[in-house]
């Protein structure tokens, strides 16, 4: 076991949760891009596409509902803060090659802490309103890979996934 290991950050020092305090951070300009698919049978795939599934029109419920659940990240997910102000945005593909769709989130905010949380929780959302509103078709579909790809902004700087 390692002896040098630093402090938890969301612990007190009695080892209760706690929100890290972020008022002393310097306010920069961070961005976030999250990515993540939902693979599915090429039938449902097609319905999708024609734009005839038994809910409606898939992927822009899906954009609402990937953006809707980015700003409420903080009240989802316990000891994130709640980043008000933080810009959205969710792009959906068709991919024939999967079968399936591909989204793209991104969050950015000028403030004291990052938006990785906020752009992963809009692509998983949006993922997870694909699988809602096709589900009666198939019920088989796979989300898979949701991960973020790059951020930037704060202390620690920028970072991109290299795979």
Same mark, same amino acid.
């Given at each position: 076991? !390692?002896? /040098? ?10 080892? /209760? ?7 002393e951070k310097e306010e920069t300009l961070r961005t976030a891009?999250?990515?993540?698919? #939902? ?5 449902? %795939? !097609? ?9 409606g029109e898939v992927l822009q419920v899906a954009r609402l509902?990937? #953006? ?8 989802? #997910? ?15 593909d068709l991919d024939p090659g999967l079968p399936g769709v591909?989204?793209? $989130? ?11 949380? !906020? ?11 694909? %699988? ?11 989300? !898979?890979? #949701?991960?973020?790809?790059?951020? $930037? ?11």
């Amino acid at each position: 076991m !390692e002896t /040098n290991a630093k402090p938890l950050s969301h612990l007190d020092a009695r080892g /209760n949760p706690r929100m890290v305090d972020v008022s002393e951070k310097e306010e920069t300009l961070r961005t976030a891009m999250a990515e993540g698919v #939902i693979r599915m049978e090429r039938g449902t %795939y !097609e319905a999708i596409r024609d734009g005839e599934t038994p809910k409606g029109e898939v992927l822009q419920v899906a954009r609402l509902a990937g #953006i809707q659940a980015g700003k409420k990240t903080g009240d989802l #997910i316990p000891l994130c803060h709640l980043l008000p102000g933080a810009s959205l945005t969710v792009d959906l593909d068709l991919d024939p090659g999967l079968p399936g769709v591909r989204v793209r $989130s991104t969050a950015t905010l000028k403030g004291q802490t990052g938006v990785e949380m !906020e752009a992963l929780t809009a692509s998983a959302v949006a993922l997870l309103t694909v %699988y809602d509103m096709a589900k009666s078709l198939d019920r088989g579909m796979v989300l !898979e890979g #949701i991960r973020l790809v790059s951020k $930037s902004g704060g202390r620690s700087g920028s970072w991109e996934r290299e795979d």
